[in-house]
């Protein structure tokens, strides 16, 4: 190892990371809220010691449940957060030195706030290991990010209750048996989807469904590899295989359906921190009932304070304003209240643009049902041109593809030639576009998505995907395929 990266080690030694906010399909669900961490923000960036122990699961803290639980449509992209320091104090996600993969796990439960965390029923849907040509890792697409990483929750879910569990995993000391696990879990609730798809896609394959703590061995060749090697060689992803459930071709026996009975936001909700809501006062108007009002005021402002985790209690700050204008409002023998509630929940600025997931790919069991379609389009059109298909390969791959100006991909039988393609309707482009590397798209980039490694589709925000959300209303099909 050279001397620079030793001393580097040293000098961030604690520098950790933890997950701290939930981002569904982009929007902010305030830090902590819906997410299981410790109180402590110092220690709660340490690495899960030991790997055998219950907190592997879902973190320290993570036994127990949060007030609240998020729900997620089905087919959602999720996005977790972590950071170096858990309220945000200061920037960054996570140490350069902190070099390693990530994977994203799920487990069903049927009862959150009763159903444990530790044990089996888990499940990987995402990960991301080392890349030998660029000679990155997932941590280094992650801090290129800002500490954000994206998924997209699997349409083949069973609707229901989920955890979900974002893991890195740091090898800096690995070579010294000391690898380290950063992870933490989101209470979320998957919405939609048929009672077809909750009774295929509840039941997880056996080779697929692991037990946490217990899906990785202190042994395994992943967690004691060397990242010093030079040059480094493939690399292992610990755990099972990613498992994509895939929603059923026909009907099958359903299950009963599930209702996020538990654990949603009050509508009557003034204030949110974390999972603490603050509720309005009762009306007064006498002494009596406005002092009584300011002691519930402050006894759920304590609340608050108790409960903040590691992500900070900026909006306990704002309740506790509230109340002290009501306590100067009895003093003033004002006692026609409570006054009006002005306030607003505060969010940490987001450190960066969400990111579309990256190597997003798809198991060979329960790979989703449009991935199979597209698949058998692409073998179709190569058993009907032989010749092409033969010549294609032999030639390296593109990195551009031809975009047309319609609505839809020229089908076998349109017209086209060397200097362009022909639509349905009989106009030509020569636009000559590159893929995307990065998951943007549209006129802003001069990028489509056709081809592209994120999906075919350009959403009307500019990203690649294969979802809803980027192939049907506002998809732009100038700069990829549209439904």
């Given amino acids: 190892m050279k001397l620079f990266g030793i001393l580097s080690l040293a000098a961030t030694a604690s520098a950790h990371t933890l997950f701290t906010t939930l981002y569904v399909n982009g929007q902010n669900q305030g830090d902590g809220t819906c997410v299981r961490m410790p109180e402590d923000g110092a220690t709660g960036t340490a690495p899960i010691y030991p790997i055998t122990g219950d907190a592997m699961a879902c973190g320290y803290g993570g036994h127990d449940p949060v007030a609240f639980v998020c ?35 799920v487990k069903r439960v049927d009862d959150m706030f ?30 290129r990010h800002d500490g954000l990483l994206s998924v997209d929750l699997p349409t083949g879910l069973a609707p229901g209750y989920y955890l979900v569990r974002p893991e890195i995993l740091a090898l800096h000391w690995a070579y010294k048996g000391d690898p380290q696990f950063y992870l933490g879990c989101a209470q979320v609730f998957v919405q939609g989807g048929s009672p077809s798809t909750a009774a295929a896609s ?3 394959p056996e080779e697929f469904s692991v037990s946490i703590p217990g899906h990785v061995q202190a042994d395994m060749p992943g967690l ?28 099958v026996p359903a299950l009963k359906q599930v209702k996020l009975s538990k654990g949603a936001v009050p509508q009557s909700c003034l204030l949110k921190n974390a999972n603490w809501c603050a ?29 903040a985790p590691a992500s900070g209690s900026a909006n306990c700050y704002t309740w506790s304003r509230y109340c002290s204008d009501m306590n100067d409002a009895c003093e003033r023998e004002e006692f026609d209240g409570p006054p009006a509630f002005e306030g607003k929940e505060k969010f ?8 579309e997931p990256w190597n997003n790919h798809f198991a060979e069991t329960g790979v989703e049902e449009k991935k199979k379609h597209d698949d058998s389009e692409e073998q179709q059109a190569s058993t009907t041109s032989t010749t092409t298909t033969t010549t294609a390969a032999a030639k390296p791959p593109s990195t551009k593809t031809e975009a047309t100006k319609g609505t839809e991909t020229p089908a ?72």
């Fill in 279 to 307: 509720q309005p006062v009762k009306r007064y108007g006498d002494m009596r009932g406005c002092w009584a009002g300011v002691k519930d005021c402050y006894d759920q402002s304590k609340r608050c304070w108790e409960s």
């Fill in 71 to 105: 729900p997620a449509p089905s087919g959602s992209k999720l996005t977790f957060e972590f950071r170096l320091w858990p309220d945000a104090e200061q920037p960054g996600a996570l140490d350069p030195g902190h070099k390693g993969p990530c994977a994203v796990y």
């Fill in 202 to 204: 509840a039941a997880i």
């Fill in 348 to 355: 940490a600025t987001t450190p960066g643009e969400i990111p």
């Fill in 224 to 251: 004691t590899f060397d990242i010093y090697k030079d040059p480094v060689p493939a690399y292992p992803i610990p755990g099972p295989r990613v498992y994509v459930p895939a929603a059923p071709k026909s009907a």
């Fill in 412 to 483: 076998a039988g349109d017209e086209a030639d060397k200097n362009g393609t022909v639509g349905h309707d009989g106009k030509k482009s020569s636009v000559v576009l590159e893929i995307s590397t990065h998951g943007k798209c549209g006129p802003e980039f001069g990028q489509t998505c056709s081809g592209s490694v994120f999906g075919d589709c350009c959403s009307k925000s500019g990203e690649c995907g294969r979802k809803a959300r980027h192939c049907s209303c506002g998809c732009v099909s100038e700069y990829g395929a549209c439904w």
């Fill in 114 to 143: 009763a159903d444990p965390a530790a044990g089996p029923g888990w499940f990987k849907i995402w990960e991301d290991g080392y890349d030998n040509k660029t000679q990155e890792w997932c941590t280094d697409r992650l801090i």
